[in-house]
């Protein structure tokens, strides 16, 4: 009923950058939340950054100054435009969501995730 895809994934190299896009489809009445969390091997999902829907913002403390988040309400698309990556931000990178579907009900929903290598 609803889905999550992200793209703008790949490998750069340290210092480089590298787009997010998330675009979220199906009976979508409002999104409440979008944002993005990240997984590194062996440790545990970690919030990156989420933006509502008034485009108030909150980023992880690795995240600031680096990265930026924004979205496109009328395209149900959220953004991580993310610079001066390094290695340590290498990770799997998930689309986040709180959506409101046609007919009321809400929930929580996550992309598949695209992976983010940072390596010379």
């Known amino acids: 009923q609803v889905q999550l895809v992200e793209s703008g994934g790949g490998l750069v190299q340290p210092g480089g950058s590298l787009r997010l896009s998330c675009a979220a489809s199906?009976?979508?009445?409002?999104?409440?939340?979008m944002g993005w969390y990240r997984q590194a091997p062996e440790k545990e999902r970690e919030l990156v950054a989420i933006?509502?829907?008034?485009?108030?913002?909150n980023y992880a403390e690795f995240a600031k100054g680096r990265f930026t988040i924004s979205r496109d309400n009328a395209k149900n698309t959220v953004y991580l435009q993310m610079n001066s990556l390094k290695p340590e931000d290498t990770a799997v990178y998930y689309c986040?969501?709180?959506?409101?579907?046609?007919?009321?009900?809400?929930?929580?929903?996550w992309g598949q995730g695209t992976q983010v290598t940072v390596s010379s």
């Open positions: 199906g009976s979508i009445s409002s999104i409440n939340v």
């Open positions: 933006i509502t829907n008034a485009g108030d913002t």
């Open positions: 986040y969501a709180v959506i409101v579907l046609v007919g009321g009900r809400s929930g929580a929903y």
